[in-house]
């Protein structure tokens, strides 16, 4: 807030504009987390996930229960992490209700993942079932084993 844009403009008015500002002053000075770093930490330790391994592909399994598809984001970044991320929102209060208790979580959800080197990234599938959320990413299959290369002696 600047008081100079009221026709403020005392030592002690700029003094505590100083002071109001300091805290985003000393996320970057002191290397602080930034807020949004914050809320992304938490958003991912809010969602757990199952990770499987089978011979041909990798298996992230993950619950949504009340989630639309639309809700559901699911990306690769850098072309080897998966991201896994949406909202849940709050639903709209009908008319002479009240909440009583409110514990079932409504806001943001991420999780990130980083993808073996054998992970198709070209081949990843997504269905989300009864709540369940499941992203199938098939594997690459594995280099064939060169061949040695015969070179001929040639007698002079």
Do not use: W
Request: net charge neutral; with cysteine.
């Amino acid at each position: 807030m600047d008081f100079r844009i009221m026709g403020l403009e005392a030592p002690i008015l700029t003094a505590l504009q100083h002071l109001a500002d300091l805290p985003e002053e000393a996320e970057k000075t002191f290397n602080v987390p930034t807020r949004t770093y914050v809320r992304d930490a938490k958003a991912m330790a809010a969602t757990p996930a199952d990770v499987k391994e089978y011979p041909n592909s990798y298996v992230f399994v993950i619950d949504m229960p009340g989630l639309k598809s639309g809700d559901i984001k699911v990306q690769v970044e850098d072309d080897n992490v998966l991201q896994i991320s949406g909202e849940r929102k709050r639903e709209d209060e009908k008319e002479g209700a009240k909440y009583v208790r409110m514990e079932r979580r409504v806001g943001k959800f991420m999780r990130k993942f980083a993808l073996p080197e054998n992970a198709n990234v070209e081949a990843i599938s997504a269905v989300c079932q009864d709540g369940v959320l499941t992203v199938t990413v098939e594997k690459l299959p594995p280099p064939q084993p060169k061949k040695p290369k015969t070179i001929e002696v040639k007698i002079a």
